[in-house]
């Protein structure tokens, strides 16, 4: 405890420093801590003013939430921001790096604040399903009025010092190191310079307006949230005396702990974090200085708009001059829309080093050069050896959805600078790549994959060899589950409306118009050969699709019909599905929306535990990543595999029985290891630790 909260005098002023890396996240060791450092400095009779800061890169990123669900211990923060605000001694915080959450809370129950220019100011707790518990919706509306701390709680929104200064979150704005600015801080408390007064004094204006639009926004677009509402609430407390608002909070506090989206986004704060955990961290990553990208189609375009937009410099190469023309004229079209969104600077725009060339000549001098031409193996191959020819040594990477590395390796002559960097459409939006590691891949080559990634501020996760890595593979099987349904009678669009109410933007025949069907329809010819007899056609209504020219959005019409302002199921669906449905004896039924999202789910999770049982994702946390941020998949519900265990193993394994028994041509089969979770006990959860 001496070691997480140190205390010092200097003169008449005490230091607190808190000192619990690598955030000093308010666990029950800090908190103790603080709370003994108070009284041994108020029963110091030498000490004038209390002055706290952090040691490290934060001041507080907030409470542990490690420590969310589990039995409390005392002190609660609430209790540690209280004893703060009624500390006899005048106490001024100093805030650097971030001051978040609970951090903020503990702030502004000081009796003056601080902020050293850079530091990261908010309330994101609504991002993880909770709401400010120690007092943030009591003493932040006081500070800040109803408004503006309504926004800040609602959105988790992040600020800087000088906006937290004109809101009246801070008094003072300052430059300097943590300890130097505290005790000049703490100096000018005493010398009346800076004004120390207790946030639970300030009169509070109500503004019922604010909360009421607040409100009704919220219900129109955060229904399906919890916490968001429960916030709101809190901060109409804020106008009863102090103490009966902290109760309020701490009731809507409490609620938000038990509701399973606080699970479910906790779970998934975690898994953005998780996955940069690999066997090949301590290897060096290679230096990067010049990127190639070769194939300037949609995918090659994207790439080279992320590299873009992280000011890395490209070298962007087609062997078709109007292919070039046109993926050239996507990325500039993405960086103006960039600048116009604010997420580019007109400088950086000004600043951006892209070569365009026909030939692969123009890769020389690149150290990591990623092939995006067309999915077939023979260009690929054809391509990796062209680009290894004139970059020998550079990293060289594939960006294909489902062909298989090992066999591209081989073409090489150098397979272990091999390896794939699986970037979703739109390459330059979506956070999510799948670093695919061949068999001969060196570990530095995945290193440099996930430093690249980082540099690109995405999120890079691990994955093996199989047809469709982690993602597209687990997709084919709850994609495959959506076609028997549509096949035997559920309307596609009450399977997209069930998928949608289950928190996807879309749903999987959407989807498949926007994405185009002649991708599924390729894939589907590909696998023919090798699809098990023993299974039913799922993709007979999506080949009826294609073979009549409609490929989805692209040609006005595939599962919908787009031509009117609004999608219309395809008019032609019923007679084709009659015919197939005669053809193949099938009896017609609908399913309901749970049903619907029973089978849904469930062919997801098997497929999920399949990917984890044979390694291809090494933890199910990294399969969790993969879809919240890869395949929209509802944050917070926490994931596939977090899902698995809130349903339990023994349940899954029931429905999966049922489902075969219903449709025994339908591909339902228990994985083995939901099988040995069932009997043995064990979670999903559990195969993380460790991680
Ligand atoms: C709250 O305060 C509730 C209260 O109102 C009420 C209480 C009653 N707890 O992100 P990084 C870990 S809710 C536990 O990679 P960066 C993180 O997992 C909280 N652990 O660093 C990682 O661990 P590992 C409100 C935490 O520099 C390591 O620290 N606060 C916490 O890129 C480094 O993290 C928030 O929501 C935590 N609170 O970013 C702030 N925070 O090394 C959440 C981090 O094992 N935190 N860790 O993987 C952040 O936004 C970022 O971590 C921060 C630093 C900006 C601070």
Request: charged residues 20%.
């Amino acid at each position: 405890m001496e070691q997480v909260v140190r205390t010092s005098l200097e003169g008449d002023i005490g230091l607190i420093v808190l000192d619990n890396p690598p955030v000093n996240a308010a666990g029950h060791g800090l908190r103790a801590g603080l709370v003994a450092a108070l009284d041994r400095l108020v029963a110091e009779p030498a000490v004038k003013v209390i002055a706290l800061y952090g040691a490290g890169r934060s001041f507080i990123a907030g409470a542990d939430i490690r420590e969310f669900g589990k039995p409390p211990r005392d002190p609660w923060l609430p209790e540690v921001c209280n004893r703060i605000e009624d500390c006899a001694k005048p106490v001024v915080a100093v805030l650097h790096g971030a001051a978040l959450g609970g951090g903020l809370e503990v702030a502004i129950a000081a009796h003056a604040r601080v902020a050293i220019r850079g530091v990261a100011l908010g309330f994101p707790e609504v991002t993880l399903g909770v709401l400010p518990g120690a007092g943030g919706t009591q003493r932040g509306p006081r500070l800040a009025g109803v408004a503006a701390a309504l926004d800040l709680i609602t959105t988790g929104r992040r600020i800087g010092a000088e906006e937290a200064l004109a809101l009246g979150l801070v008094d003072r704005v300052a430059e300097g190191d943590p300890r130097t600015v505290a005790l000049a801080a703490a100096r000018d408390v005493l010398d009346g310079r800076l004004t120390a007064r207790r946030t639970r004094d300030i009169h509070i204006d109500p503004d019922r307006e604010a909360l009421e639009t607040t409100k009704q926004t919220l219900l129109h677009t955060q229904a399906h949230l919890f916490s968001p509402h429960a916030c709101v609430e809190a901060v109409a407390a804020a106008t009863l005396p102090l103490p009966e608002g902290l109760a309020k909070e701490r009731q809507l506090f409490q609620a938000c702990i038990d509701s399973p989206q606080r699970a479910g986004l906790i779970h998934a704060f975690f898994a953005e974090r998780a996955v940069a955990k690999i066997p090949e961290a301590a290897a060096t990553p290679r230096p990067v200085t010049r990127i190639g990208v070769v194939g300037a189609g949609t995918m090659g375009a994207g790439i080279t708009t992320a590299c873009l937009l992280a000011s890395e410099p490209v070298v962007l190469i087609d062997s078709a001059p109007e292919a070039l023309e046109r993926g050239a004229a996507a990325v500039a079209r993405n960086l103006d829309g960039a600048v116009s969104r604010g997420k580019m600077t007109p400088a950086a725009r000004g600043a951006i080093r892209l070569t365009t060339a026909t030939t692969l000549d123009a890769l020389a001098g690149c150290d990591l050069v990623i092939e995006a031409v067309f999915e077939e193996m023979d260009v690929k191959t054809a391509t990796l050896r062209g680009i290894e020819t004139i970059c020998p040594g550079a990293v060289i990477a594939t960006n294909t959805s489902y062909l298989d590395l090992n066999v591209m390796a081989e073409t090489l002559a150098d397979p272990r600078n091999f390896l794939g960097l699986h970037f979703f459409s739109p390459a330059h939006v979506m956070r999510l790549v799948e670093v695919v590691v061949a068999d001969a891949t060196a570990p530095e080559v995945v290193a440099t994959g996930f430093a690249l990634a980082k540099r690109l501020k995405k999120i890079a996760v691990r994955s093996g060899v199989c047809d469709g890595f982690i993602g597209n593979r687990i997709m084919s099987a709850y994609r495959r589950a959506a076609d028997l349904m549509a096949l035997d009678g559920t309307p596609i669009d009450a399977i997209d409306a069930a998928v949608r109410g289950y928190g996807f933007a879309m749903g999987p025949f959407e989807m498949g118009d926007l994405a185009g069907l002649d991708i599924g329809w390729a894939a589907r010819k590909r696998q023919a050969a090798t699809r098990d007899p023993a299974t039913r056609d799922h993709g007979a209504l999506a080949d009826r699709l294609c073979e009549a020219g409609w490929l989805g959005r692209k040609t006005g019409c595939g599962w919908y019909d787009h031509s009117g302002d609004t999608p219309v199921p395809n008019p032609a669906l019923p007679g084709l599905l009659r015919e197939i449905q005669q053809a193949e004896r099938i009896t017609p039924h609908i399913l309901d929306a749970d049903e619907i999202i029973t089978r849904y789910e469930t062919a997801m999770i098997a497929e999920a535990a399949r990917v984890v049982e044979e390694g291809i994702a090494r933890y199910p946390i990294d399969i969790d990543a993969v879809f919240l941020f890869g395949y929209g998949f509802p944050r917070w519900k926490g994931g596939p595999m977090h899902r698995a265990d809130e349903i339990g193993a023994a349940a899954l394994v029931a429905r999966i029985a049922r489902l075969a028994q219903d449709d025994p041509k339908g591909g339902w089969q228990v994985p083995a290891i939901l099988h040995c979770m069932a009997r043995e006990g064990g979670s999903f959860a559990g195969l993380n630790i460790g991680r």
